[in-house]
């Protein structure tokens, strides 16, 4: 009798298993063989799955609602094939740690170009999880960074990691973009505040954005040195994650139209 199950779940059902009668095999009862294992699936519109959700992030993109989707904190690691997450028309971009937490993935539409754009991988250390994407939207090039701050990591590990950064990243272009997850609730005053002032970027996202545990926090963000290409911001809860909200931010620049010639 083959049952796959969550391991939180593992004991309950064997024990169900047992009590109906199962398990018993000559002079003993009570028989199991026990492997961990990874398996894969994605739910259909008629699916209730007890981890993850059912194809909306798969949704978001082929019903073309963004152009660069970004995930933080994916908790994958290279035993999941870069195929089994692949969109069409779109490039996928991964940062894995692995299945205990951390990561990041980065969607681009092929509508843009694009590439990844190593010469700031150099600036990332301390732990710090970070991607940084060229994007040529119309005629303007843009850097976007990718972010991830675990909790495990100190403020004074992780602000001068993000200060060199974007310090570098607008040396390049004033079209930078800096986004994710830092664990440094944006609602207060601090060092990461701190830093951005000096830097000069704004955080266009408004509100809390997690709600994990009794107080909201908003330690989600996209940061922006030129706000005022900013068109338009979503922060909403759609149900893709637990705790976290999806924001969004809109931008002025069109991107390019692919013809066939």
Known sequence: ????????????????????????????DNCSFNAEGKGTYRGNEDSNPTMGKKGELHDILTNKYADILVIGETKLDSS?????????????????RNEFGGGIMVFVSNTIPHCRYQPLQNCIKNGVECLVIECTIGRTKWLLSALFKSPNIKDNQFIPVFT?????????????????????????????????????LTNVIKG???????????????????KTLVKDILNVNIGISDCDNLVEVAFKEKAPIKTNT
């Open 1 to 28: 009798l083959p049952t796959y199950i969550p391991i939180d779940f593992s004991e309950k059902v064997r024990n169900s298993i047992f009590q109906a009668g199962a398990g018993t095999i000559g002079n003993y």
């Open 80 to 96: 999941f094939p870069i195929a089994q997450f692949s969109v069409p028309n779109f490039s996928l971009y991964r940062q894995d």
């Open 164 to 200: 060199l950064l974007c310090d570098q990243m607008l040396s390049c272009t004033p079209n930078g973009l800096c986004l994710g997850d830092f664990n440094l609730n944006m609602n207060k005053s601090n060092c990461l505040s701190v830093a951005c002032k000096t830097l000069g």
């Open 208 to 226: 809390d954005t997690c709600f994990k545990g009794q107080v909201p926090t908003s330690i989600d963000v996209i940061l922006v040195h030129n």
